[in-house]
């Protein structure tokens, strides 16, 4: 089951920084494999076990009838496929891992793939500041996105590295530096979704384990707010780049429409939401919320590459929100489960924080939290899915783990 999991997160890894070659194809073999080894493991005891995943089942039957109407049937069918195969494994994997001693080495596993990613991403920002760096013509800007496409990808990824390794049991000489490399990597991005949700995911787990007192409490929630905008803004005047390498921005052009608006978070949520009367109970397909976005008779939003029929799409939007992007994909009984599921999530942990690892407390809030101001909690394409999807699954076990092995990982 380590070895799936290791695969499994390694290639969608490889794939987002891309020295995975065909993505699809590394994609597909990783999620067929993990599914042959999750129906050896799970079917047989899928009696035992089906109540505690019911609603994650149920979610899956509305994504496949929300498939049959949408206007890509075939990419939102192998999509829902796709997410099945993955659900099934962390099902699996977490029965089996419950009656083996803990997610002790999937936790570590995420540190190991995470954290040189992170470090060999701002080493580029120096010796290769045009890879490192994105620049947006539309609002004049240039983010940090290290070995990503994205910003988003690597502020996930770098969020995620840092929480596994603030409560991971190495010595403090070692994991103080490591954790300062992915904070000041999250930082660089400029994601403020994901460092608003990084510190309030931490600030939650720490009142969750009681580690703080009441008046401490306070004063951290106060002080990491000041922290965060002081430290936003330091990397925003000084992270910008030109051609040639690192300059001083006297004006990061755009940034402060961007933080008044949301970066047009707003404006894409309300156009979005007007489209839902379109397609209210089923939505426009599991990953094809999107269409809402898109104009129909436009043939110029579409593209083709007829190497690869998987590639012919229309013009992409980025909704910016995984649980609109969940009511857009398949409507009012989609997004009902989905929020359901994620109630159920909290409600485990929470009871169950006292046995707990504080890791995965924070790997069950980091990405819901982020998930308001980004698609995160969304298809397995990404690594910051599959981790997100990894621990909400996990969180979803808690009842079967209790009392076998959960109280040894607190």
């Known amino acids: 089951m380590n070895f799936v999991l290791v695969v499994l997160m390694a290639s969608m890894v490889l794939k987002d920084i891309g020295l995975a070659g065909n993505g699809l194809i590394i994609r597909s073999i990783s999620q067929f494999l993990a599914l042959a080894i999750a129906l050896f493991v799970a079917v047989p005891v899928l009696n035992a076990i089906f109540k505690r ?3 994650l089942f149920a979610y899956l039957v509305v994504l496949c009838l929300s498939s049959i109407q949408s206007r890509f ?16 494994f962390f099902i699996a994997y977490h029965e089996r891992v419950s009656r083996e001693g803990g997610t002790s080495f999937a936790l570590t596993l995420f540190v190991f793939l995470g954290l040189p990613v992170c470090l060999a991403s701002m080493a580029f920002a ?7 760096y994105i620049h947006y013509a ?6 940090f996105r290290g070995l990503f496409q994205q910003p988003a990808g690597l502020a996930a990824l770098s969020g995620f590295t840092a929480g596994m390794l603030l409560w991971s049991s190495i010595r403090n000489t070692v994991k103080i530096p490591c954790v300062i490399g992915a904070v000041a990597c999250l930082m660089m991005t400029f994601a403020r979704t994901f460092i608003f949700a990084f510190v ?11 580690d703080i007192s009441l008046f401490k409490k306070v004063g951290l929630t106060v002080v990491g707010g000041f922290l965060i905008m002081a430290l936003v803004g330091v990397y925003s005047y000084f992270s910008v780049v030109d051609g040639s390498g690192f300059h001083r921005a006297g004006n990061y052009a755009g940034e402060e429409e961007k933080l008044s608006d949301l970066t047009g978070r707003q404006n894409t949520w309300k156009r979005a939401l007007q489209r839902v009367a379109d397609a209210p109970w089923l939505g426009f397909g599991y990953t094809r919320g999107e269409d809402a976005m898109a104009n129909p008779l436009r043939g110029n939003e579409r593209r083709s590459d007829r190497r690869n029929v998987f590639e012919y799409r229309p013009a992409t939007y980025s909704l910016h ?4 992007q969940a009511l857009l994909d398949a409507g009012v009984l989609g997004v009902s489960l989905y929020c359901a599921i994620i109630l159920q999530a909290v409600a485990m942990v929470v009871r169950a924080r006292k046995w707990l690892d504080r890791r995965v407390l924070f790997g ?9 101001g980004e698609s995160v909690l969304f298809s397995p394409s990404t690594s910051m899915s599959l981790l997100s999807w990894f621990f909400l699954v996990s969180a979803l076990s808690v009842g079967g783990r209790a009392g076998i092995s959960g109280r040894n990982q607190a």
């Open 321 to 324: 929100s995984g649980y609109l």
């Open 73 to 88: 049937v075939i990419l939102s069918t192998l999509q829902v496929a796709s997410l099945f195969a993955v659900m099934l």
């Open 138 to 143: 539309w609002n004049n800007t240039t983010r």
């Open 200 to 210: 309030l995911a931490v600030i939650i787990v720490l009142l969750l384990k009681g």
């Open 364 to 372: 069950v809030f980091f990405p819901l939290i982020s998930n308001f």
């Open 126 to 132: 120096r010796l290769n500041p045009d890879v490192a």
């Open 53 to 55: 995943y019911a609603l």
